[in-house]
């Protein structure tokens, strides 16, 4: 039996990952301290609204009349909901998939095929929070499906899962083989056929591979290997260079590329 379910997502490479999801309870403290978080800016931001009000309530009535009352709640309810569903969506893009509760809690949201979450998916998940919490429709969603997903989550297109790995370089390790050859790729091979979305499965292997079995990281790497070699025209990789070391000098290669 096992405490935690898990999924496998097949990439548009054809490269299987498997990811653990990440669980109503952990969703559920990461929720809490995200509106813990959103409590304190709304009391800012109605702080500051009122005091806007009082200063310049002469000028206001004057411009609506009588229907100056109904005008401020409608401007504060607009405002409300546009920083309440802002902050998930600002957050979610720039972090790729977390806000400061999601990160605490050590979640992620992806899409369906494990790559990062866009606008699109980041903007209809915040937008059908408000049902998903209404009368806890979302958490019955949750537990009853077997993705444990969500309206916002079905509507999206996307999936929670549990962020084992921290993202970023600090976590993967570097051959000094694969130093040496990226910057010898750079010159040889043109990396620009390569998408955000092909060094994203490229991070997320490397990431990964030391919880894999050796044949499951030998074959994986030789299939990754081959798809970036064709994605790039490169007639062959250079002799005495693995599968992994040629993806390490790929990973470094199109992070110089970046800057």
């Not at 405002?79 to 720039?94: H, P, R």
């Not at 537990?143 to 549990?162: F, N, P, S, Y």
């Amino acid at each position: 039996m096992h405490l935690f379910n898990r999924v496998k997502f097949r990439t548009p490479e054809s490269v299987e990952l498997e990811f653990t999801l990440a669980g109503i309870g952990n969703r559920a403290w990461a929720l809490l301290i995200d509106y813990h978080i959103l409590a304190f800016i709304l009391l800012g931001f109605y702080i500051l609204f009122w005091v806007i009000i009082v200063q310049f309530s002469d000028f206001w009535i004057n411009l609506v009349g009588s229907s100056f009352g109904l005008w401020m709640i409608a401007i504060a309810f607009i405002i409300t909901f546009t920083i309440y569903a802002g902050y998930f969506v600002f957050l979610e893009i720039l972090w790729q998939g977390q806000t400061p509760g999601k990160r605490i809690a050590k979640i992620r949201v992806v899409r369906d095929d494990g790559r990062p979450i866009g606008l699109q998916q980041a903007a209809l998940r915040a937008l059908l929070r408000p049902f998903d919490e209404f009368l806890f429709i979302g958490a019955f969603f949750i537990m009853l499906t077997r993705q444990e997903k969500r309206l916002g989550d079905l509507a999206a297109g996307t999936i929670v899962i549990q962020d084992q790995i921290p993202v970023g370089t600090a976590t993967l390790t570097i051959s000094e083989q694969a130093k040496s050859l990226h910057a010898q790729l750079i010159e040889i091979a043109d990396l620009s056929p390569l998408l955000p979305d092909d060094f994203a499965v490229i991070r997320e292997y490397l990431q990964r591979r030391s919880g894999m079995s050796a044949k499951a990281k030998s074959l994986l790497a030789l299939k990754l290997s081959q798809q970036v070699q064709a994605i790039i025209n490169l007639e062959q990789i250079p002799t005495g260079v693995s599968s992994d070391e040629f993806l390490e000098a790929i990973y470094l290669a199109y992070k110089q590329r970046e800057f």
